[in-house]
């Protein structure tokens, strides 16, 4: 990375010159930074019989130091901008890491004889990971400290981590540029030293064999798509381990992992809504795995495995899911026999299979459930929780033989809870709430549900969360409304302790449950996706009418924040109504749609066909055309503006945003602020160290508070 960043600066400097005519960069004063204003190098082709001309295609080149400048002069200017804000900015930093318990620890999880855990320390940027034999008063085993491994790197993400079976080697893959291609390494736990076995460009599978001397991992393609799997015996080289599978259909991903009863290792396949599953024993390593049931178009399945069976949970007639099983050995579906049918209202998430009992995650009315089922007996019953808005999940648990099971609960007003439950007793016990230092009192916030109005009668469902004592519904508040909808993400309500410096400061809180995402089940996510999108933008739309109808804030007073393809969201609703908003945030955003999609070589472009559309279809073409929020800015007045990027980022390229901000620039008809801000050593998920993202967070609440004229 030093390397990397060194080579970039003598880029800057030997082409100094020729970068101030590339990018136009004026010599503004302090008080008044001129922003860079990108050239125009116009590339033209003819789509569909459409004469497309894009006048920023060379950002693209990374290479070009023209680029590279650039990008640095946004990031300067940003800086220039926002620099009477460094002391606030400190300030917020300072304020939001108040209320972190900086040394702490997670629950620790159980696993046969030994206790796994992570913890923090002041002042360090990563996790240290650790371990007890026997009992939590054994003496602490650190296995892996990441902040050790991250001392010589601006960026260090741990992707996978694996304990073999015995315990004794500790598989884990490493990613230094956020550009999310890993090295995986072994560790010998014993010694402490590294096995000579090192396996480079891996995806993010990795699983154990149960002779602990076998792993299976994937590979991925050009595109950065998982598309084969090998297998790798301890003391071999990479380039003998022989590969087990290769998916060559490019809508299609892979992914590896083992059932609950740690007996079978699967190989999952999926596009955007079809599935596979192949098997093989995890004590018969070198088998030939064997298909579950051969793909069926627009038929998905994921699957675990009990006694003599494996447990299915498929759309296959069912839009919301519903649970089959089917005899080990079967490739049919039509051996498959319903456990639990589908039920229009209530959407099946997922399962946690333990030797006793079953538990199914569900979805009814914009809730979670948790459903558990009795395997000697055939009872069934639901868990119960206090809130009537909440978010709850299945947490670790990788024991088979347990009447235990573990949870995570949380709202807008609990932080994040871990429970133990008992299975038979049905008592649950608090292991660990998350301590919000500083005197957090929840009380003092109340959280609630409303539901705007859509353009065809739909009723979108909006959460929010505000301090009781600094909340008036009279249009006065400021409101941060959050964005995502696609994919069928559900995006449930959670906990923010870097949230109060909002809420404390007279915020209100909202999120935006559009279609596209999954908070009613599978039919909310149908309903914005390929040619119905639309709908997602305006749901957004109406929710932002709903919320000043209402006066919970008004135009001149609302924040819209949406990242990825929550960025694209709130794109493509700028352009369409840019005076419901006062400030737009953009985090690394999904906008130059129609460009992407044509590009099958770009990262996960043929797999989102099945989500956007494919433009080489026409219909699809242009309707991907009418809303992707780079093709369709237009000369008019938009708000004030921060777009955020990665360098390095693999999901959404750096250029969509870079190019968008420059065709903003030159396009808009106001003098509102537009900031791009890129790091130029990260990816998607931003800084990999947490008080870094700290630092990001805190000027992106200036920025914010800064143009409200808050200033303390």
Request: net charge negative.
């Amino acid at each position: 990375m030093k390397a990397f960043q060194t080579s970039i600066k003598l880029i800057l400097f030997t082409t100094f010159l020729s970068a101030l005519v590339a990018v136009g960069l004026a010599c503004g004063s302090k008080e008044q930074p001129t922003p860079p204003v990108a050239k125009i190098s116009p590339k033209v082709d003819t789509f569909h019989s459409e004469i497309r001309t894009d006048d920023y295609f060379w950002l693209r080149d990374r290479e070009d130091p023209d680029v590279i400048a650039y990008l640095e002069a946004e990031n300067q200017y940003a800086e220039e901008v926002m620099a009477h804000t460094n002391e606030f900015q400190k300030e917020l930093y300072d304020e939001i890491l108040s209320r972190i318990k900086e040394t702490d620890e997670d629950v620790p999880t159980k696993i046969d004889d030994y206790y796994y855990y992570t913890r923090t320390e002041e002042g360090k940027q990563y996790r240290i990971y650790c371990r007890k034999k026997g009992s939590l008063d054994a003496e602490e085993e650190i296995y892996l400290d990441q902040n050790v491994l991250a001392e010589n790197y601006d960026y260090f993400d741990i992707a996978t981590m694996k304990v073999s079976p015995d315990h004794n080697l500790l598989a884990f893959s490493m990613d230094t540029l956020g550009r999310e291609r890993f090295t995986l390494v072994i560790k010998d736990l014993n010694s402490g030293e590294y096995l000579k076995d090192t396996i480079t460009d891996i995806g993010y599978s990795v699983v154990w064999a149960n002779d602990n001397k076998t792993l299976f991992y994937t590979m991925r393609d050009e595109a950065n798509r998982p598309h084969k799997a090998f297998r790798h015996k301890l003391g071999s080289k990479q380039a003998d381990d022989p590969m087990v599978f290769h998916e060559e259909d490019d809508a299609f991903w892979m992914g590896m992992g083992k059932s609950s009863s740690e007996k079978y290792i699967f190989i999952g396949i999926g596009s955007k809504n079809t599935s596979e599953y192949h098997y093989i024993k995890a004590d018969q390593p070198d088998a030939k795995f064997k298909i579950i049931t051969p793909r069926v178009r627009e038929v998905e399945y994921d699957v675990d495995h009990h006694d003599d069976r494996f447990l299915i949970m498929t759309n296959k007639d069912a839009q919301n899911f519903k649970l089959v099983e089917a005899p080990i050995g079967t490739s049919s579906m039509d051996d498959w026999e319903e456990v639990i049918p589908h039920r229009a209202e209530v959407k099946l998430d997922g399962m946690d299979l333990f030797e006793d009992y079953m538990v199914i995650y569900e979805r009814e009315k914009g809730l979670n459930n948790i459903h558990v089922y009795n395997f000697s007996d055939g009872s069934d019953y639901y868990i119960d929780f206090p809130e009537p808005i909440y978010t709850v999940s299945g947490g670790a648990n990788p024991e088979y033989e347990t009447d235990k099971l573990r949870f995570i609960y949380y709202s807008m007003v609990t932080p994040r809870s871990v429970y133990d439950y008992d299975l038979e007793t049905r008592e649950r016990e608090l292991k660990k709430q998350q301590e919000v230092l500083g005197g957090y009192d929840p009380s003092q916030y109340e959280t609630k549900r409303v539901y705007a109005t859509s353009h065809d009668g739909t009723e979108i469902p909006i959460s929010m969360v505000y301090k009781k004592d600094q909340f008036k519904q009279d249009g006065t508040n400021l409101l941060y409304l959050y964005v995502y909808g696609a994919y069928g993400s559900s995006m449930d309500p959670w906990f923010s302790s870097v949230r109060l410096s909002l809420l404390d400061r007279g915020f209100v809180w909202a999120l935006a449950h559009v279609r596209g995402g999954g908070l009613l089940g599978r039919q909310w996510y149908e309903e914005g996706k390929l040619l119905k999108k639309r709908n997602t933008f305006l749901d957004l739309i109406a929710c932002g009418e709903h919320l000043v109808k209402e006066n919970y804030t008004s135009k001149e007073k609302m924040v819209v924040a949406g990242g990825s393809a929550g960025g694209m969201t709130v794109g493509a609703t700028m352009n369409m109504r840019p005076d419901l908003f006062e400030i737009v945030i953009a985090q690394v955003p999904f906008v130059d749609v129609i460009n992407t999609m044509m590009d099958p070589t770009i990262p996960l472009t043929v797999v989102e066909y099945d989500e956007w559309g494919n433009p080489n279809d026409e219909e699809y073409y242009n309707y991907m055309r009418s809303y992707s929020p780079y093709d369709n800015v237009k000369a008019q007045d938009y708000p004030t503006i921060l777009i955020t990027a990665g360098l390095n980022d693999p999901r959404v390229q750096y250029w969509e945003p870079a190019k968008w901000t420059a065709k903003l620039r030159a396009t808009k008809t106001d003098d509102n602020p537009l900031l791009f801000k890129i790091k130029m050593g990260e990816g998607h998920m931003g800084a990999s160290g947490r008080y870094d993202a700290i630092k990001d967070i805190a000027f992106e609440y200036a920025f914010i508070f800064d143009h409200f004229g808050i200033n303390k």
